[in-house]
Nanobody, 120 residues
Framework: QVQLVESGGGLVQAGGSLRLSCAASGRTFTRYAMGWFRQAPGKEREFVAAIRWFGSTYYSDSLKGRFTISRDNAKNTVYLQMNSLKPEDTAVYYC??????????????WGQGTQVTVSS
C-alpha cells in the first residue's frame, strides 16, 4: 500500500501562484510514477502532469508552461508548482501513484485531494 497526503491548496487571486505537495508513505516511492489530476465541480477528473522516478515529465497540453511537476525521492514527496493561476483552475487537486500515464485508471493509489480556489 501507498498512502498519499496532499497539502498546499487554498484560496488565491487570479495571477497568483501555489505549490502543492504530496507526501507518500508505505511502499518504495521510487517504484511509481506520480501524477497530479484535478476535478472541478460537475466535471470529470482530468490529467494535469506526471513524473517518472528519475524525473522525466509529461503535461497536459493546456497546462504546460504554467504548471511544473517535480519530485524529491529522498523526501518521498512530489510537488506541483502552479503559476499564473486562472479562475478555471479552481478544482480539487489529487496526487496519485502508478504508471506514467494521463489515464486515471493507470494509477493505483490516490490521495484525498486538496482544494484550490482561484478568485477573479
Amino acid at each position: 500500500q501507498v498512502q498519499l497526503v496532499e497539502s498546499g491548496g487554498g484560496l488565491v487571486q487570479a495571477g497568483g501562484s501555489l505549490r502543492l505537495s504530496c507526501a507518500a508513505s508505505g511502499r518504495t516511492f521510487t517504484r511509481y510514477a506520480m501524477g497530479w489530476f484535478r476535478q472541478a465541480p460537475g466535471k470529470e477528473r482530468e490529467f494535469v502532469a506526471a513524473i517518472r522516478w528519475f524525473g522525466s515529465t509529461y503535461y497536459s497540453d493546456s497546462l504546460k508552461g504554467r504548471f511544473t511537476i517535480s519530485r524529491d525521492n529522498a523526501k518521498n514527496t512530489v510537488y506541483l508548482q502552479m503559476n499564473s493561476l486562472k479562475p478555471e483552475d479552481t478544482a480539487v487537486y489529487y496526487c496519485a501513484a502508478g504508471s506514467y500515464s494521463p489515464v486515471t485508471a493507470e494509477y493505483n493509489y490516490w490521495g484525498q485531494g486538496t482544494q484550490v480556489t482561484v478568485s477573479s
